[in-house]
């Protein structure tokens, strides 16, 4: 799908247009009145529905021109530059996506095709209310002290702190002003000469090369690695204002909407006001606000948001941040399969930005890179201020006498006592959503599953649920199996974060205790409200899955207690090491980040295990290169290609004949030196009702592997019941 380079075309001129819908072509129009630039947002006839679409070049005028349709109209946002085509061009290249596909990800903001919308704001009249009351005079107080500013009626009153019929009563008497106003206005200006917080010297040399960087206007990416706490924030909110004194937009992405408020605060703290948002905790209005605004100049000069936002149409990019760039959360595993970690760096290599990566435990992938030269790397070794690392210890469970129902180690125990004795925060941590992973009946020995997924059901005893993490079906908790009917002999097996906290407050009766989990919170609002609660010192005890990991300052924080760090070891991941060390390094990070020194105490039945005393011994660069020697003789990523084809229908025959049949014309694969395992049932063989079946695709580094599996697998017609995915660079293998 090649654009022309020309820019503009006339009335009638036909026009090729990209259009959302499913469709594998550029479809012909005719250019509407008044003409269009090329990357024009537009609306277009397809059969008897009105599109979105862009215009992407010259059309080509190879069939009846006389049924050519007229381009509807041109939308009042700013074109698709050609830099963003480019990006939407080469990552569909790159994933193996259709066109449509990637347009539908770079426009994504509701309303589009609207017209601007007005919205009633109201501002200081030219006449005295006849009557002064308080509630009135507090209204013009507020005008007088912003100067003049409009507010909408809610702000206004807000502020003021009177009812919205107060306002209506002063705009009778012509006290203030009604007026009509468009709803999507740019954000407020951000000052990158608005001094920042006082660097140590090993900040403040970080800074100065990301400062050269940027000023060199050029690509490139540094690997910035730092123990937690040791102010990588500060470190790359210097080369965002490096960024804005060159007129060039910043964004920044991170992992979790969770950890957007604070890091908002802190950027507000630093620039003197907010900058845009884009995730799914931001209103509908705001995204279609930020979406505009980021294409209209200066808009939007700094956008922090969750990995999509990369899609956004920047006018002049100039740094991308990835925060905890080793986060799995920036894989999108639905839909269009992505890596934002990756794409980061192609839209930076396009648009001649920088890129800083910023983790305390980088991806084994970006490590090599830096390790190779591809990417710089700046190291923070010190933590900021006061704290200092944690100390990291084993507690040996084969030496630990535990009742069978107990995950708490008495050692465990006994220091979280202490901690609380001093006035001090415990966090203990376990991987594991829900109550129990497993409800088993003991009479009869059937595990509850899921009815449409071949996954057990994980009981939420706070919400008196079984859910499937699969596929989000639940059903009650049931008293009878299901299999024998048996009653009462249901019995939940393992432990999770809910059965954690019920042990907690049996053994810490007297201790507040707060529990951190992703799907106990209504919305990202509640969530960010207890994170702050936390942080404030209202708990004793902090119960929590792999949220807690990521990113939060507790500074009473002095404990953490580790339930099972084995859990991530087992399974045939090639990434199980990598990221039971680097979860293990997250969360013990999270102690001691102020004067008091932190202690990590992590529960292991097999402290001998390498990856256990790596993370032990706090050696990172000989953990990774013992892991680069481990991936390199396997030929697996990064030292070797991968792809994952994932085959889904209702029909279990089908998808297996279909994918035996893929495995035998395996020629256009092996062409390239590549090999293919499987087919094999996925390891969760149904979700949703169909069946799942994978084949695995092994490459050298260097070939043209994505040429090779799209050749390989356009030898089939797909029935109509059956999906295919492929999955460039998989991360998880489910």
């Excluded at 008044?34 to 609306?43: D, I, M, Q, S």
């Excluded at 007026?179 to 040399?205: I, S, V």
């Excluded at 050269?212 to 990416?221: C, K, L, N, V």
């Excluded at 960010?528 to 209202?538: H, S």
């Amino acid at each position: 799908m090649s654009s022309s380079c020309k820019d503009f075309f006339v009335e009638n001129e036909l026009v090729a247009v990209l259009t959302t819908q499913p469709l594998d072509r550029l479809l012909d129009y005719r250019a509407p009145e008044g003409g269009c630039h090329a990357g024009a947002f537009v609306e277009v006839p397809l059969g008897p529905r009105k599109v979105l679409g862009v215009v992407w070049g010259a059309g080509r005028g190879d069939f009846d021109i006389a049924k050519i349709r007229q381009v509807i109209r041109v939308l009042d946002v700013a074109p698709m530059r050609a830099e963003m085509q480019d990006f939407l061009r080469r990552a569909a290249d790159y994933t193996l996506t259709p066109m449509p596909a990637m347009l539908r990800l770079a426009t994504r903001a509701p309303g589009l095709s609207n017209p601007p919308s007005m919205q009633k704001v109201y501002r200081q009249g030219h006449v005295a209310p006849a009557r002064m009351t308080d509630a009135r005079k507090r209204v013009l107080a507020v005008l007088e002290d912003y100067g003049g500013l409009a507010f909408t009626l809610g702000e206004l009153a807000e502020q003021a702190g009177v009812t919205p019929s107060v306002i209506k009563g002063l705009v009778g008497q012509g006290a203030l002003l009604e007026e009509e106003c468009p709803r999507d206005l740019p954000f407020p200006w951000l000052d990158p000469d608005r001094g920042g917080k006082a660097l140590t010297d090993e900040q403040a040399n970080a800074v100065e090369v990301l400062r050269d960087a940027i000023r060199g206007g050029d690509y490139g990416t540094t690997l910035l690695r730092g123990v937690t706490g040791s102010g990588k924030t500060e470190v790359y909110l210097e080369a965002v204002a490096e960024s804005l004194k060159r007129r060039r937009q910043a964004l920044v992405l991170l992992p979790e909407i969770a950890l957007t408020s604070e890091f908002i605060t802190r950027v507000e703290a630093r620039f003197g006001a907010k900058p845009a948002e884009w995730h799914s905790g931001v209103t509908m209005t705001e995204r279609r606000r930020t979406w505009k605004m980021v294409g209209e100049g200066g808009g939007a000069q700094v956008v922090v948001g969750a990995r999509s936002a990369l899609f956004l149409p920047f006018q002049n990019l100039g740094l991308i941040v990835v925060d905890e760039e080793h986060d799995n959360s920036y894989k999108q595993e639905d839909g269009v399969l992505y890596n934002a970690r990756d794409m980061a760096v192609l839209r930076a290599l396009i648009c001649g930005a920088q890129v800083v990566l910023a983790s305390a435990t980088p991806s084994l992938e970006s490590w090599a890179n830096a390790e190779a030269g591809k990417y710089r790397r700046l190291d923070l070794t010190a933590r900021f201020g006061a704290a200092v690392m944690p100390e990291m210890r084993a507690i040996d469970m084969r030496c630990e006498t535990l009742p069978s129902s107990r995950w708490i180690s008495p050692s465990l125990q006994g220091a979280v006592n202490a901690r609380i004795a001093r006035g001090q925060q415990a966090l203990l941590f376990i991987n594991r959503r829900g109550y129990a992973p497993v409800t088993l009946c003991r009479a009869c020995g059937h595990q509850i599953g899921c009815d449409h997924c071949d996954a057990r059901m994980v009981e939420h005893r706070f919400q008196k649920r079984l859910v499937c993490h699969q596929c989000g079906e639940t059903k009650p908790v049931t008293q009878t199996c299901p299999s024998c009917g048996a009653e009462d002999r249901l019995a939940a097996v393992g432990p999770g974060v809910e059965r954690l906290t019920e042990e907690a407050q049996a053994l810490f009766p007297d201790a507040r205790i707060a529990t951190l989990s992703s799907d106990m919170f209504g919305s990202a609002r509640a969530l960010k409200e207890q994170i702050r609660e936390i942080a404030q010192g209202d708990t004793d005890i902090v119960i929590g899955t792999q949220l807690v990991a990521k990113g939060h300052n507790f500074p009473r924080l002095t404990l953490v207690g580790v339930i099972d760090a084995d859990l991530g070891l087992q399974g045939s991941d090639l990434r199980a090491a990598e990221r039971t060390f680097q979860l293990m390094r997250q969360v013990a990070g999270r102690a001691g980040r102020a004067e008091a020194r932190g202690t990590a105490l992590l529960q292991t039945f097999q402290p001998e295990h390498p990856v256990i005393r790596a993370i032990l011994s706090g050696n990172e660069e000989g953990f990774w290169r013992a892991e680069a020697n481990e991936r390199r003789h396997a030929g697996v990523p990064p030292f070797g290609r991968m792809a994952g084809i994932i085959l889904s229908s209702p029909d279990a025959q089908q998808v297996f004949d279909f994918a035996t049949e893929l495995a035998r014309l395996d020629a256009p694969v092996r062409a390239i030196g590549a090999q293919v395992f499987g087919p094999a049932p996925a390891p969760i063989a149904r979700i949703r009702g169909r069946h799942r079946v994978r084949l695995l695709v092994k490459a050298p580094k260097g070939v043209a592997l994505q040429g090779a599996v799209a050749k390989w697998v356009a030898q089939l017609r797909i029935p109509a019941q059956l999906r295919l995915s492929i999955d460039i660079d998989p991360q998880s293998f489910y």
